[in-house]
């Protein structure tokens, strides 16, 4: 119950981490977006471990979390972009179908299952893909197509981090953290110096921007001690269900309206996790 716990802690952080910059990201160049947003996380963070006192883990994880954090990038920019070209409720659920990624590597690995476990991952990876379908139907030609291209790619690159976050957090879920944020801005660095986006940020952006850095930073927190206590097959699919959260906020306060197909998927999703936690 830990794990699931955890797991659904990153899903809702990560949820509202991706409505907070969809919605930047239409009135902030991306880039920008990820720099403030990062530099607020990498604060958070840096001041947990601190505080905690533990000290660097091995190589090998330090290794793993830098690598955590290119495929970070990669799959924060894909989506942003997606999210600030197309509709929330058509982008979000189809880059949660790159969990299928961790789910074969966790089980390739040798993780077994119970039997409604594997009932509730079979159902909210149908979920996903039902959402996903039904916001590809819905998708307009201005833009959308646009926004599920950059949804796909971003589901790739969050698989792959899924699976790297795992190796990283075996020795220190928090310095991992901590190790993948900071990845994540030195890497950011040149992209920064080869596009020159604008610094400028007023007032009005910042407590989004500020609001986006932390709730972030947590959610990848929960998802790293999820990891430790947890099978990565179980935690990566309720982690990845995030886009139901922020379905839910572009419905509730952009007044977006998903599809029949993809309300199904989202139930469906709902559906597994009650049946795994049973």
Same mark, same amino acid.
């Given at each position: ?10 899903? *809702? ?25 990062? *530099? ?32 970070? $990038?990669? @799959? ?6 997606? *999210? ?13 179908? %790159?969990? $299928? ?10 993780? =077994?299952?119970? %039997?409604?476990?594997?009932?509730? $991952? ?8 039902? @959402? ?19 949804? @796909? ?15 990283? =957090? ?24 080869? %596009? ?19 709730v972030d930073c947590l959610a990848s927190v929960a998802f790293a001690v999820a990891t430790t206590v947890g099978l990565l097959s179980i935690v990566?699919?309720? =982690? ?27 139930? *469906? ?7 795994? =936690?049973?």
């Amino acid at each position: 119950m830990i794990a699931l716990s955890l797991s659904l802690a990153a899903c *809702l952080g990560w949820g509202l981490a991706d409505f907070l910059g969809g919605l930047e990201s239409r009135r902030l160049p991306t880039i920008t977006v990820l720099m403030f947003s990062n *530099l607020f996380g990498l604060a958070l963070i840096g001041t947990i471990v601190g505080l905690r006192g533990a000290s660097l883990p091995p190589p090998a994880a330090i290794r793993w979390a830098v690598a955590a954090g290119v495929a970070a $990038i990669a @799959a924060m920019f894909l989506l942003y972009k997606g *999210l600030s070209r197309g509709k929330m409720a058509i982008v979000a659920p189809i880059s949660a179908t %790159g969990v $299928i990624l961790p789910v074969v590597a966790g089980i390739a690995c040798g993780e =077994s299952l119970a %039997g409604f476990q594997s009932l509730g $991952i079979l159902a909210a990876l149908a979920g996903s893909i039902l @959402a996903a379908r039904g916001a590809k139907s819905g998708c307009s030609v201005s833009g959308g197509e646009a926004g599920v291209v950059f949804a @796909a790619g971003s589901a790739v690159a969050a698989g792959i981090f899924f699976i790297l976050m795992d190796r990283a =957090s075996e020795a220190d879920p928090y310095w991992a953290s901590l190790l993948m944020r900071t990845s994540f801005g030195v890497f950011l660095l040149p992209i920064l110096l080869a %596009g020159r986006p604008s610094f400028r940020v007023g007032r009005v952006h910042l407590p989004g921007l500020i609001a986006l850095g932390a709730v972030d930073c947590l959610a990848s927190v929960a998802f790293a001690v999820a990891t430790t206590v947890g099978l990565l097959s179980i935690v990566a699919v309720f =982690s990845s269900l995030y886009p139901v959260v922020t379905v839910l906020l572009s419905m509730l306060i952009l007044r977006e309206r998903p599809g029949r197909v993809q309300m199904i998927g989202v139930a *469906l999703a709902l559906a597994g996790v009650g049946m795994a =936690s049973v």
